[in-house]
């Protein structure tokens, strides 16, 4: 995208280009990730544990479903280990490698060390879904995610608040964007600060959207009314 954004500009565009901060964030949190993989295993954890609501279904490419994951197991973690451990592991590998999995002495130890230190990071991510968010709402939650992995202070954490600043430091027009709200005059469209009070650093509507156009756009439709289209995307909202 941003060889893109560069592109344009080379044929006389003149625009900011600010890739999304949301994706930003998610790359932050997969360099967090670092956990074996298991086979999963279909339990009813209701059942088995009255209170315990069903554990979530991370989707990687999802923003922030795999440490919602972790946060759950982190918090439910003496349940879950004690339903897992009921099992035999000679009826299946699976069962087997997870049981394993959470013998590990240092899993719980890790699943809270990421919901002690990350769940800020989770909560930022979850404020980006408001597409109408103003500047500098915006900026501050990208202050804040800053804010607090500086504030964490263990080998892991280095290379994450590395991954961040790396990930924020290439797209160089994010940085003249803030420029221009903090009211350098000297950076390009400063003399239209406040055409940019809401500028959106995220593509999250457009994400969102993906979803919906799937099932209109469908290779089994062969024809669709443009009410029909209204409509259906009105149910949706």
């Known amino acids: 995208m941003l060889s893109v954004g560069r592109s344009l500009k080379e044929h006389g565009c003149s625009f900011l280009h600010v890739t999304c901060k949301v994706h930003a964030l998610h790359l932050v949190a ?3 990730r670092n956990f074996s993989r298991s086979r999963r295993i279909n339990i ?3 059942t088995q544990c009255p209170g315990v609501s069903e554990p979530p279904q991370p989707i990687v490419t999802r923003w922030g479903t795999w440490l919602e994951a972790a946060f ?12 897992l451990l009921q099992f035999n592991p ?3 590998a699976a069962i087997k490698e997870i049981q394993m999995t959470f013998h590990n002495s240092s899993l719980e130890r890790d699943l809270k060390t990421i919901h002690d230190n990350y769940i800020g990071l989770h ?3 979850t404020r980006f879904e408001d597409t109408a968010l103003p500047l500098a709402q915006s900026l501050q939650i990208v202050d804040d995610v800053n804010t607090l992995l500086q504030t964490i202070s263990d080998s892991i954490n280095e290379n994450v608040r590395e991954k961040c600043d790396r990930v924020l430091k290439t ?3 994010f940085i003249t964007l803030r420029q221009i709200y903090d009211g350098v005059s000297t950076v390009p469209f400063s003399e239209c600060r406040d055409l940019f009070n809401y500028a959106c650093i995220t593509s999250v509507d457009v994400e969102q959207s993906f979803s919906k156009y799937k099932h209109i756009f469908s290779s089994r439709r062969t024809s669709v009314l443009d009410t029909t289209v209204e409509t259906y995307l009105m149910v949706q909202k």
């Not at 197991?73 to 349940?79: H, L």
């Open 30 to 32: 997969e360099t967090i």
């Open 44 to 46: 009813n954890i209701s």
């Open 90 to 92: 000679k009826e299946a």
């Open 72 to 83: 759950y197991y982190a918090k439910y973690f003496t349940q879950i280990k004690s339903v």
């Open 171 to 173: 797209n160089p027009d």
């Open 123 to 125: 909560a930022a991510i």
